[in-house]
């Protein structure tokens, strides 16, 4: 079974530049996450869906970020503007549900300088 | 709410044992365990439902006190792979079901 997919898997980007992650959660999971894991912050949660809608994004730390889940195979996390501030790995995460294992991608390490 | 890890690191000798604790403010509908090296994702140890049960896994084992918003992680005669973060993930009632907050990560390190 394929897992949660992410791309890029790295990604090196100048300030002000628009940059676009991209997931492919477990196919049958209705829930999709967006984390963000940062030495300082550890594992925070941006926001996440279940059925393609968003549950709660009061992680997202502030408008320059945002996410849309189209279609139940497909979410993208947006940063427009980057900041230097903004380089972490992003993880995609997706699950059944309620009381279920949620699984990792691989994450997407963000650099923005 | 973020649960709360103690201890932040733990440093061992491959044999020892170790406990780490994960406590809440809310009441809890689960917690999650996982383990992390670095450079890789987050990888699923184990799951607690709400009831108090206890869970193992070769050496590793959790308990989850409902009652209290606490659960344990009890690692045994432990081995060098079992260095790495780990993290308790904790999961509310409510209108947070299906959402995962997780602890700050407590660091164990095992030496020969």
């Known amino acids: 079974d394929a897992g949660v997919i992410q791309s890029p898997r790295h990604e090196v980007t100048e300030m002000g530049q628009e940059v676009t992650l991209r997931c492919k959660p477990i196919?049958?999971?209705?829930?999709l996450f967006w984390y963000r894991q940062t030495m300082m912050r550890g594992l925070e949660l941006l926001i996440y869906?279940?059925?393609?809608?968003?549950?709660?994004d009061s992680g997202m730390p502030e408008d320059r970020f945002s996410a849309k889940m189209p279609n139940a195979s497909f979410s993208t996390l947006k940063i427009q503007p980057s900041e230097p501030r903004d380089s972490a790995v992003y993880f995609c995460?997706?699950?059944?549900?309620?009381?279920?294992?949620?699984?990792f991608g691989e994450g997407s390490w963000l650099t923005v300088v | 709410q973020q649960p709360v890890q103690s201890p932040q690191a733990v440093i061992l000798r491959e044999g020892e044992d170790a406990v780490i604790n994960c406590s809440s403010s809310k009441a809890l509908y689960s917690v999650h365990w996982y383990r992390q090296k670095h450079g890789e994702a987050p990888v699923f140890l184990m799951i607690l439902l709400k009831g108090g049960e206890q869970k193992g896994h070769e050496k590793i084992s959790a308990s989850f006190n409902e009652k209290k918003q606490q659960s344990s992680l009890y690692l045994t005669a432990s081995q060098l792979s079992y260095s790495g973060t780990y993290f308790c993930g904790t999961e509310a009632g409510g209108t947070s079901y299906g959402k995962l907050t997780f602890g700050q990560g407590t660091i164990l390190t095992v030496h020969p």
């Open positions: 196919s049958g999971h209705d829930y």
């Open positions: 995460a997706s699950s059944l549900g309620s009381g279920n294992t949620i699984y």
């Open positions: 869906f279940n059925n393609n809608v968003p549950i709660d």
